[in-house]
């Protein structure tokens, strides 16, 4: 049997299996540094963060008026379509809510894709699982403020707990340990970061650090008038110190 009819046979057995998906991008030139890639992605979020751009993968009342993407479909054109990709981005929502994410990532792997995960960093155990198994080859997590509850809370709602800042500082503590690429990105709000929680957080990030504008286009929350442009973002880091030389403007 060859290599595709055998993946294809293992394609079509997947009736059974299920990762709800709620997005898909047939190709990005953007979401993963260096490499063409399609963007997954997953539905269900265990944050509500007040600039959240993708409220229809979030909130229920609105993935109640939507179908999740049949996996079958999905790795089924991956399979069509590999020889014209370097990679598959999986973002959300948050992937790692999702016990079977390692399965659906190694049938993505036998494809010969690599894989990028975008986290919000509640789930080490996973991730720990994802790396030392070697299923993804970069790993963005999103920081969403300084390692204080209240702070964080602020960001992401009242949903976020103390064992879930326990999580997110693991999983910091593995990607500063990681092999693999990495990168921790802070999406910065003029209502809920200052000066010093920047600082803060250039001082605690020692991998690739990216500091980005939100999208206000469509939020979870009004935010217009709470946003840092580039500009602004720009201006920022240069009076801030440390300076550090990982930490960049995206």
């Not at 953007?30 to 399609?38: I, L």
């Not at 997954?40 to 509500?48: A, H, K, Q, S, V």
């Not at 020889?83 to 948050?94: K, R």
């Not at 879930?164 to 910065?188: K, N, P, W």
Request: hydrophobic share 40%; net charge negative.
């Amino acid at each position: 049997m060859s290599y595709n009819s055998a993946f294809q046979q293992q394609a079509s057995g997947n009736e059974g299996f299920h990762l709800p998906i709620g997005g898909f991008l047939k190709q990005s030139f953007s979401d993963y540094p260096g490499r063409v890639a399609a963007v997954l992605f997953t539905r269900g979020c265990n944050f509500r963060c007040v600039y959240c751009h993708n409220p229809e993968l979030v909130l229920p009342d609105l993935l109640r008026h939507s179908k999740p993407y049949e996996v079958k479909g999905i790795l089924a054109w991956l399979l069509s379509n590999s020889s014209f990709l370097d990679a598959v981005v999986i973002t959300g929502g948050e992937p790692t809510l999702h016990p079977s994410l390692p399965e659906f990532i190694r049938q993505i792997k036998s494809l010969g894709l690599e894989v990028k995960l975008d986290t919000n960093g509640t789930n080490p155990q996973m991730l720990e699982v994802l790396m030392s198994e070697k299923l993804v080859d970069y790993v963005a997590m999103d920081i969403k403020s300084v390692l204080d509850h209240q702070k964080y809370a602020s960001v992401c709602g009242e949903c976020f707990t103390e064992t879930m800042l326990d999580a997110v500082e693991r999983s910091l503590a593995l990607l500063h340990e990681a092999v693999i690429d990495c990168e921790i990105r802070t999406t910065l709000l003029g209502s809920h970061h200052t000066e010093k929680d920047i600082t803060e957080l250039i001082r605690l990030v020692r991998i690739p650090y990216f500091l980005q504008e939100c999208n206000s286009l469509k939020t979870l929350q009004a935010v217009a008038g709470k946003k840092l442009g580039r500009e602004e973002i720009a201006e920022l880091m240069e009076s801030l110190e440390p300076k550090g030389g990982n930490v960049c403007l995206r």
